[in-house]
C-alpha cells in the first residue's frame, strides 16, 4: 500500500516562501508522475504543478514562475517551492500519486 505524507506547511506573509515535502513510501517516486494539488475554503480542488518520472513538469497558469516541483528519487520525496506567496495561494495542499491522497497540509498567507 502507498502512503503519501505531507509537511512544511504553515503561516507566512505575503510575498513569503514555504517549502511543501511529500514523503512516499513503497518506492513509487521512481516510475511514477507526482502531483501537487490544493484546495481553498468552498473551491474544487486544483492542480497546482506535476513533475514526471523523466523530470517533466507542468504547472498551473496561476503559479507558473512562482511555484518550483522536484524530486529525490533516493529519499522518495518530492517537494514544492512556494515563492512570492499571495493571499490567495491559502489552502489545504495535497500530494497525489497512482491512485492515492496524501492527508494534506494547511498553507496560510496572510496579506
Known amino acids: 500500500q502507498v502512503q503519501l505524507v505531507e509537511s512544511g506547511g504553515g503561516l507566512v506573509q505575503a510575498g513569503g516562501s514555504l517549502r511543501l515535502s511529500c514523503a512516499a513510501s513503497?518506492?513509487?517516486?521512481?516510475?511514477?508522475?507526482m502531483e501537487w494539488y490544493r484546495q481553498a475554503p468552498g473551491r474544487q480542488r486544483e492542480l497546482v504543478a506535476l513533475?514526471?518520472?523523466?523530470?517533466?513538469?507542468n504547472y498551473a497558469d496561476s503559479v507558473r514562475d512562482r511555484f518550483a516541483i522536484s524530486r529525490d528519487n533516493d529519499r522518495n520525496t518530492v517537494y514544492l517551492q512556494m515563492n512570492r506567496l499571495r493571499p490567495e495561494d491559502t489552502a489545504v495542499y495535497f500530494c497525489f500519486s497512482v491512485g492515492y491522497w496524501g492527508k494534506g497540509t494547511q498553507v496560510t498567507v496572510s496579506s
Open positions: 513503497g518506492n513509487i517516486l521512481r516510475f511514477a508522475t
Open positions: 513533475i514526471t518520472s523523466g523530470g517533466g513538469t
